[in-house]
T-cell receptor
C-alpha cells in the first residue's frame, strides 16, 4: 500500500516569495491534515479536512496561508508571501477515521516538506 | 487550552538499559492516547495507541505504555533498549469529544549508545 506522498521534499526560497506544497493521501482516507513542525517541537495542526471540507482551520494563518483539497483527494498548502519565520517542516497526514470521532487519531504521515526561507 | 507535556527533551542511554519517557496531558475528558516515533530520516509513524480497556498497551518493537487516568499520564516504557531505538518520540492526545484535535507533545530525542 502506498503511503502519504508529499512534494517537494525540500524548498529554499527568499522571503516574500510564494511557495506551494502538495500532498497525496493514502487511498480511501477521507481525512487529511496539514501540520507544521518547527525544529525541536512537536507537530502543530494547521488544517484538517474531511473530504473537501475544512473542518478545523483555526490555527491556519489566513493572511498568508491557504489550503485546498479539491475533489477530496489531493491537497495543496500555499504560503504567499513567505516570511523568515515560516522556515519549518510541513507535514501532511491522512487517516481512515477522523480524529474528531471515537477511535480516531491514528495518523499516517508523509515524509514532510522542509522549507527554508532566506 | 489542552496541552501535552513530555518531561525529557533528550535522553541518552546505553544499550540494554531500561527506558521510561514521561507524558502528561491537561485535558480531563475522554481521550485517545498515542505515541509516535520518528527514526532518523524517516516519517512519523505510530508506535502504540490507547482507546479504551486495559490501561497497559503494547506496541511495536517491545514498547509499552501505561495510561494512568488519575495522573493524566501515558508513559512509554521499554525494558531493554537497542541502538536501533535511537529516534524522536512524540506523545499525542486526541480529545475527540471536543473537536477532535490531535495535540502533540514537544518530543523526546532518544540516543542509544552501542
Amino acid at each position: 500500500e502506498a503511503g502519504v506522498v508529499q512534494s517537494p521534499r525540500y524548498k529554499i526560497i527568499e522571503k516574500k516569495q510564494p511557495v506551494a506544497f502538495w500532498c497525496n493521501p493514502i487511498s480511501g482516507h477521507n481525512t487529511l491534515y496539514w501540520y507544521l513542525q518547527n525544529l525541536g517541537q512537536g507537530p502543530e495542526l494547521l488544517i484538517r479536512y474531511e473530504n473537501e471540507e475544512a473542518v478545523d482551520d483555526s490555527q491556519l494563518p489566513k493572511d498568508r496561508f491557504s489550503a485546498e483539497r479539491l475533489k477530496g483527494v489531493d491537497s495543496t498548502l500555499k504560503i504567499q508571501p513567505a516570511e523568515l519565520g515560516d522556515s519549518a517542516v510541513y507535514l501532511c497526514a491522512s487517516s481512515p477515521v477522523a480524529s474528531g470521532r471515537a477511535g480516531g487519531g491514528e495518523l499516517f504521515f508523509g515524509e514532510g516538506s522542509r522549507l527554508t526561507v532566506l | 487550552a489542552q496541552s501535552v507535556s513530555q518531561h525529557n527533551h533528550h535522553v541518552i542511554l546505553s544499550e540494554a538499559a531500561s527506558l521510561e519517557l514521561g507524558c502528561n496531558y491537561s485535558y480531563g475528558g475522554t481521550v485517545n492516547l498515542f505515541w509516535y516515533v520518528q527514526y532518523p530520516g524517516q516519517h512519523l509513524q505510530l508506535l502504540l495507541k490507547y482507546f479504551s480497556g486495559d490501561p497497559l498497551v503494547k506496541g511495536i518493537k517491545g514498547f509499552e505504555a501505561e495510561f494512568i487516568k488519575s495522573k493524566f499520564s501515558f508513559n512509554l516504557r521499554k525494558p531493554s533498549v537497542q541502538w536501533s531505538d535511537t529516534a524522536e518520540y512524540f506523545c499525542a492526545v486526541n480529545n475527540y469529544n471536543q473537536g477532535g484535535k490531535l495535540i502533540f507533545g514537544q518530543g523526546t530525542e532518544l540516543s542509544v549508545k552501542p
